[in-house]
């Protein structure tokens, strides 16, 4: 039962997917909410521009999207300096550039879910509201936000299974450094890329594939219970 | 309370332009589906912008597209009870109920246990909306709306998703909030027997426009509102007072300018004023006292008006002592009897036609077997 056990450079790979992927859901989590908002709520000249612009990573090549995000958001590109200089955060081979190309790649399946749950929010809800008192903000905070926590669970599960098998536009932008930017995905390819390591791409897939299990089960589990406390009818 | 209303706006096709100004008490937009009554409310909570027009209520002026003002719903202090309730899902009765505690004043008026008890709607607070009646939603959602202490109170046919018990079962809570609560009211509705049971004042709307406003009892004995107001359910309304319980035969009667009422026994102190509609149909005339007779109210007057019609059917209006009565006859029998303005006549009325339906005032239950029929 030797083989199980993994080595410490695999436990090294799968706590950094885990990191990569978690700070990918929060962090992308209220820009896909104002995204979603103004795609759903939204009448303003650029909607279907927006949209297509957002659903893009889904559809581009993840190399292209690697690309782009190296091109912007690397040491001489015009974000990239721009957030290094005056915030310190530093993108190009760092640990942070690996949550940004996952975020990129799931952010727009995150959207989708979140803009199909707040169009399914009745907007006579959202007046009654208002005749009761309540501004937009407080109508948000108390009466759209806890309807919607379904699309936001299932939005955050998407995105996070997403993360953490994010390859392509990873190792583009961000390359293959053990313990820096070497997520599952990454170190998997690269076991299968040398002899004898057949073993451990073997381990690190089954650890992939506890991990999907157990995010589907923990959204199973909140949707459940989401859609109690709302009892559907 | 004053009530001014002076809009014009356009939906599509339909076009809205009403003006009116009406007190407090309950003021009842009457009129058919489609005829604009819910966007005459929209536009007093400011759920719709008008194209044109003013809105205030009392001093508070909350639209005048003149001075390109318009104060949004939320500052309006209006509440608003929708036709489909439009409890929040996710909260339970109780929150639903405290909802607008956080914006409304702080101090005296409307106090959450008194609301509870006056819609009795203690034994559902923890309760959650999906797990409610029709009636009962409609009442958590009036209570909703009270406590958010409004200056003013929206209420959208509150009763036309229900059946006729949950309309039953409501009506005594809006009458309790019409003479207890102090709130005026505004009062959407299509069926003239709700309206004639409830409302103060009536405003009567056809194809987006005004057609009649006025006290009650006036706008229904007017014959030549008919087709507005509803001809089947045209009737008039007469105020009387109870004088005499006959407990041998399980009557009560009733004193009015008329004369005097029989009816089935009402669980009603001796004294109390009761209103009471009286339907156009249930009304047979005669043109001398008749006897031998089943019908136990009959009652003299005067033919004071006859409407006109080509049908078959026509109403005449009579002048009993001050109370106005409308009988709906053939147009042959109006010919045979030679009925004409100042004709002297005997109304008669089964006592059974006159059932809680027709009554309205602090009344507990009705006995007799028409009223168990009536309260399934």
Redesign the interface.
């Given at each position: 039962m030797d083989w199980i056990s993994l080595s410490p450079e695999e436990w090294t790979a799968v706590r950094l997917s885990i990191r990569v992927a978690v700070v990918a859901t929060l962090v992308g989590l209220p820009f896909g909410l104002l995204v979603a908002l103004a795609l759903a709520r939204g009448r303003f000249w650029g909607h279907s521009l927006l949209n297509g612009f957002v659903l893009l990573p889904l559809i581009l090549p993840p190399v292209v999207t690697g690309y782009v995000l190296l091109l912007l958001f690397g040491r001489r590109g015009p974000i990239g300096s721009f957030l290094a200089e005056h915030f310190g955060i530093v993108f190009s081979f760092r640990w942070t550039g690996a949550a940004l190309a996952c975020g990129v790649m799931g952010f727009p399946l995150m959207v989708r879910a979140l803009r199909l749950s707040i169009e399914a929010v009745?907007p006579?809800?959202e007046?009654?509201?208002?005749?009761?008192?309540?501004?937009r903000a407080?109508i948000f905070l108390?009466?759209t936000l806890?309807?919607i926590v379904p699309g936001i669970i299932t939005g955050m599960i998407l995105c996070f299974a997403k993360a953490m098998g994010e390859f392509g536009a990873t190792i583009t932008f961000v390359s293959n450094i053990p313990g820096e930017t070497q997520t599952l995905p990454s170190a998997i390819y690269t076991l299968t890329q040398v002899p004898g390591g057949d073993a451990g791409a073997l381990r690190l897939t089954i650890v992939s594939v506890i991990i999907a299990m157990l995010a589907l089960l923990a959204s199973e589990l909140m949707a459940r219970y989401a859609n109690r406390?709302?009892?559907?009818? | 309370m004053t009530l001014t209303v002076d809009i014009r706006h356009r939906l599509g096709e339909f076009r809205l332009d009403i003006r009116f100004e009406t007190a407090g008490g309950l003021v009842a937009l009457l009129g058919r589906s489609g005829s604009g009554k819910t966007s005459i409310i929209n536009t007093i909570a400011g759920l719709i912008k008008p194209d044109a027009g003013f809105v205030s209520v009392d001093d508070m002026v909350l639209v005048d597209t003149e001075r390109q003002f318009f104060v949004s719903p939320h500052l309006r202090r209006i509440g608003y009870v929708f036709q489909e309730g439009r409890l929040f899902p996710h909260l339970t009765v109780r929150q639903n109920l405290l909802y607008g505690r956080w914006f409304a004043p702080r101090g005296a008026g409307t106090d959450f246990d008194g609301v509870v008890d006056l819609l009795g709607i203690g034994a559902l607070l923890e309760r959650r909306p999906a797990r409610l009646s029709g009636g009962e939603k409609q009442r958590v959602a009036i209570g909703r709306a009270l406590l958010a202490k409004p200056r003013l109170l929206l209420m959208d046919e509150p009763l036309a998703s229900l059946d006729e018990a949950r309309k039953a079962e409501i009506l005594p809570y809006i009458e309790k909030l019409r003479d207890q609560a102090s709130v005026p009211i505004v009062y959407v509705s299509h069926s003239i027997s709700e309206v004639a049971r409830l409302a103060s004042t009536i405003v009567l709307v056809s194809e987006g426009k005004l057609a009649a406003v006025g006290p009650t009892a006036q706008i229904m004995h007017r014959l030549d509102l008919f087709p507005l107001t509803g001809r089947a359910e045209a009737g008039a309304l007469v105020e009387a007072s109870v004088e005499r319980h006959d407990e041998q035969f399980g009557l009560t009667e009733l004193r009015s300018r008329a004369g005097l009422w029989k009816l089935p026994r009402l669980d009603v102190p001796i004294g109390v004023r009761l209103r009471l509609r009286v339907r156009a149909r249930d009304v047979m005339i005669a043109t001398s006292p008749p006897s031998d007779l089943s019908a136990l109210n009959v009652l003299g007057g005067l033919v004071s008006d006859i409407g006109s019609s080509h049908g078959a059917i026509v109403e005449v209006r009579l002048d009993c002592g001050g109370d106005v009565l409308i009988a709906r006859l053939t147009r042959y029998s109006v010919q045979r009897l030679g009925l004409a303005r100042g004709t002297r006549v005997y109304a008669l009325i089964k006592s059974v036609a006159l059932d809680r339906r027709s009554l309205s005032g602090p009344i507990r239950g009705i006995s007799g077997a028409d009223a168990a029929a009536d309260e399934v």
């Open positions: 009745d006579r809800l007046e009654a509201a208002g005749t009761l008192g309540a501004n407080w108390t009466v806890p309807l406390r709302l009892e559907v009818e | -």
